[in-house]
Nanobody, 120 residues
């Protein structure tokens, strides 16, 4: 059974850094793309960053220049390095992945979420 396992959340002061990780647990055929989203209390879930299998990245305007999404080689773990954190970055961060689970089919997966709290 394929799952996304997130880690790395926590409490940090404004201006600090955190790195989130999202690992694919289980057997997949290949990796298509992986994204990070976040949801703050009382707000809708929003896109944060994405990386595709060819290494292309995309960021929300609010985090561009502060956050970096990366993948080490051909591995199935993606990282979100968050620098210069602001209180408004406080949210539950969710990993989302488009994975090819067989040669001919892909599925969409979500992680359980990890809390990031930035104190002022």
């Amino acid at each position: 059974q394929v799952q996304l396992v997130e880690s790395g959340g926590g409490l940090v002061q404004a201006g600090g850094s955190l790195t989130l990780s999202c690992a694919v647990s289980g057997t997949i055929f290949s990796f298509n793309a992986m994204n990070w989203h976040r949801q703050a209390p009382g707000k809708q879930r929003e896109f944060v960053a994405a990386i595709t299998s060819d290494g292309s990245t995309n960021y929300a305007h609010s985090v561009k220049g502060r956050f970096t999404i990366s993948r080490h080689g051909a591995g199935n773990t993606v990282y979100l390095k968050m620098n210069s954190l602001k209180p408004e970055d406080t949210a539950v961060y969710y990993c989302n992945a488009d994975l090819r689970v067989t040669f001919s089919s892909s599925s969409d997966f979500w992680g359980q979420g990890t809390q990031v709290t930035v104190s002022s």
